[in-house]
């Protein structure tokens, strides 16, 4: 992978976190259409691009988790439809 298809896949992953999208699905598409090979290297780098993204919107919300246990009910109730259908 050059320098070029990792600024694209860095851009893909950028713009397509915070939509209701699929990020991974995109860069794998993208991935394809550039030619890039599934390599080590590339299965690492994209993991690291996208826990980036997940530190970023951790970051952004830490206040919210620091601020109350409200939140933590929220995402638990949230969670139940998605803990159902795994078990």
Known sequence: MN???SIILSIIEGLTEFLP???TGHMILASS???IP???F???FEISIQIGAIMAIALMYVKSF???IYIYLKLGIAFIPTGLLVF
């Open 42 to 44: 590339v299965k690492t």
């Open 21 to 23: 999208i699929s990020s």
């Open 33 to 35: 259409v550039t030619n």
């Open 3 to 5: 320098i070029i298809q």
């Open 38 to 40: 599934e390599d080590a």
């Open 66 to 68: 620091l601020k109350g």
